[in-house]
């Protein structure tokens, strides 16, 4: 190698190194604007760098689990009113509404007072048939004391009551000043999608459902067709407060309401 070599290849060396970061730089730049996939993994790395910084830097420990879940809430309501993100620990109970029923006791209740007192128990329920009435205050569930805890949670509570069908809960009771022991035995409770049916005046039924499950359109059919008999020729269909549902179910009530051959409604994804 000569002299001349020696002093002009590292500018060379240089030169190309330069030139080749400068073309990388370029190319990366020109996917990003030109992919949608790119500047997606852009953004998701940009959230976990965040998360990570956040983690590793604030003065305070942090759930990042509960602030994961946070963000994605806040980006999924700035779509539109009707999106909406469940997180895994509570798709079950979700499921379970749609469904139209659920594993538990069959009970309804409130917080009075800092103790969960029974408002309401089904008469066929699990509950029912082992004696528990309204008005009984929960004071433990098996081994886990709940009197006196105004910290404690509805879903807590759900978790402690409800489970498989078949399981027995034992819980200790507070009725007229006496402790009593009930055990029950865990079987399937309904959730009725339709809250009344009657005719509201001579000839116009009033028929109220407050959600879309997959029983809806057979508990309407059965409420409609015993209304028809009673002389029904007009409905009134009651949908305030419904949290929607099970789209089949809706279009299929809205089929025995509509005419023949007209378009419903249509999906677009």
Avoid: C
């Amino acid at each position: 190698m000569t002299k001349k070599t020696q002093i002009w290849l590292p500018l060379l060396l240089s030169m190309v190194m330069a030139a080749g970061m400068f073309l990388g730089y370029q190319l990366q730049a020109r996917m990003g604007s030109t992919g949608n996939g790119s500047r997606q993994g852009g953004a998701s790395q940009t959230v976990q760098q965040v998360l990570e910084l956040v983690n590793l830097r604030y003065v305070d420990s942090l759930n990042l689990d509960s602030i994961e879940a946070a963000a994605i809430e806040d980006v999924v309501r700035l779509l539109d009113p009707h999106s909406i993100y469940i997180p895994p620990s509570q798709l079950t109970e979700v499921n379970n509404v749609l469904k139209g029923n659920f594993s538990g006791i069959g009970v309804e209740y409130q917080m009075i007072n800092d103790t969960v007192t029974f408002v309401y128990v089904m008469p066929d329920g699990p509950a029912g048939k082992a004696g528990v009435l309204a008005g009984d205050q929960l004071i433990q569930v098996d081994t886990t004391m709940v009197a006196a805890q105004p910290a404690i949670t509805n879903d807590a509570l759900r978790q402690l009551l409800r489970g498989k069908a078949g399981t027995a809960v034992n819980l200790k009771l507070m009725r007229h000043g006496k402790l009593v022991n009930p055990t029950i035995e865990r079987g399937t409770v309904p959730m009725p999608s339709l809250d009344a049916a009657y005719l509201a005046a001579p000839q116009i039924g009033y028929i109220r459902l407050n959600k879309f499950a997959e029983t809806t359109y057979r508990e309407f059919m059965d409420a409609a067709t015993g209304l028809q008999k009673q002389g029904m020729t007009k409905m009134i269909l009651d949908l305030r407060g419904n949290g929607g549902g099970f789209l089949d179910a809706a279009t299929n009530i809205a089929d025995e309401l509509l005419p023949d051959g007209k378009l419903i409604v249509s999906t677009r994804g």
